[in-house]
């Protein structure tokens, strides 16, 4: 079975500032992986996915994602963080052969700084 | 484009009381499923369903039930409610059989059980 760590609860950053939110997952093959956003009092929206080819994946509202199969890793970055970004930032991970169901992350709260 | 919707967004009740959480989607999408966000625990999913007529159980089905009557509805049924069962509920839906759909998800229904 597949699962994913996100091994920040908070982070914390200055408008302005780059950001790298983490997430590791466990899989033996090449999985499916997704970065959601939850801004408060809604629902998860799709930032970006991977599933194949370039490992460096672009998404909505100015992020990023690489996929380091070495690492295990699949980390989100953004170079310059808006006060909107404020949010709840969930990793996913999803089987390719079997599941249908995605594994999710508990999620790391972003905070932005005047 | 209303995606998915979810009735009601805020609801108090009794411990013991019933009630049914209601999930629409006009995608035509095959995959629904309902999950609960706890604080510190991600998204736990409770029951899906991958289509017409069919259910299945998630990782803590305990103390709900679900139906899919219709391919557009989802409904999570609470017999009994409980304290325990505090919590946001979100709804989401996906296109078809794979891991490697994006889930698109509802705002949520803000539920507290006194």
């Known amino acids: 079975a597949q699962s994913v760590t996100q091994p920040d609860i908070h982070i914390t950053v200055s408008e302005g500032a780059s950001l790298e939110l983490r997430c590791n997952y466990s899989?033996?093959?090449?999985?499916?992986l997704f970065w959601y956003v939850q801004s408060p009092g809604q629902g998860l929206q799709l930032l970006l996915k991977?599933?194949?080819?370039?490992?460096l994946v672009q998404g909505i509202k100015g992020f990023e994602a690489e996929f380091k199969r070495s690492q295990s890793s699949f980390n989100l970055r953004k170079p310059s963080v808006h006060w909107s970004d404020a949010a709840e930032y969930f990793c996913?991970?999803?089987?390719?052969?079997?599941?249908?169901?995605?594994?999710f992350g508990r999620g790391t709260s972003l905070i932005v700084h005047p | 484009n209303a995606g998915v919707t979810q009735t009601p967004k805020f609801r108090v009740l009794k411990t013991g009381q019933s009630m049914t959480l209601l999930c629409a989607q006009d995608?035509?999408?095959?995959?629904m499923y309902w999950y609960r966000q706890d604080p510190g625990m991600g998204l736990r999913l409770i029951h899906y369903?991958?289509?017409?007529?069919?259910?299945a159980k998630g990782e803590v089905p305990d103390g709900y039930n679900v139906s899919r009557l219709k391919k557009q509805n989802f409904l999570l049924g609470l017999e009994s409610a409980a304290p325990s069962q505090t919590s946001v509920y979100f709804c989401?839906?996906?296109?078809?059989?794979?891991?490697?759909?994006?889930?698109?998800f509802g705002d949520g229904t803000r539920l507290s059980i006194l």
């Open positions: 989401a839906s996906s296109k078809a059989l794979g891991s490697n759909q994006p889930q698109h």
């Open positions: 899989y033996g093959a090449t999985p499916y």
């Open positions: 991977y599933f194949s080819g370039d490992t």
């Open positions: 996913a991970v999803g089987a390719s052969g079997g599941s249908y169901i995605p594994t």
């Open positions: 995608m035509n999408h095959e995959y």
């Open positions: 369903s991958v289509g017409e007529g069919t259910t």
